[in-house]
């Protein structure tokens, strides 16, 4: 079964193309981790948080990701690193158009 991971942090930026450029070998890497099906970056200038959304193949995979990114993150000096793991209930998302 599919598992959801949420993910957000303080970032104060870059943002948006800046950031696209200075992550993008990140992403790269991101995309080779097992059990990852997508992600999808969030981030809020105003609030000064970043983060993302990201759906793994099963829970062992989210939690080793989980886990490996926070101890990534907190060497970048990210002070706090929030991440939630939920099961995806396929059927009532795949009515409102989930990409599963």
Not at 12 to 26: D, F, K, S, V
């Amino acid at each position: 079964m599919s598992v959801l991971l949420q993910v957000d942090f303080p970032f104060a930026g870059p943002w948006g193309e800046a950031m696209t450029e200075a992550l993008r070998g990140l992403a790269e890497s991101i995309a080779n981790e097992p059990g990852l099906i997508w992600k999808i970056w969030t981030e809020n200038p105003a609030t000064a948080e970043a983060g993302g959304i990201y759906l793994f193949a099963d829970r062992a995979s989210a939690e080793a990701y989980l886990a490996m990114h926070t101890a990534r993150l907190t060497g970048f000096g990210i002070p706090r690193v929030n991440g939630k793991i939920f099961d995806v209930n396929p059927a009532l998302s795949a009515i409102d158009r989930a990409p599963l």
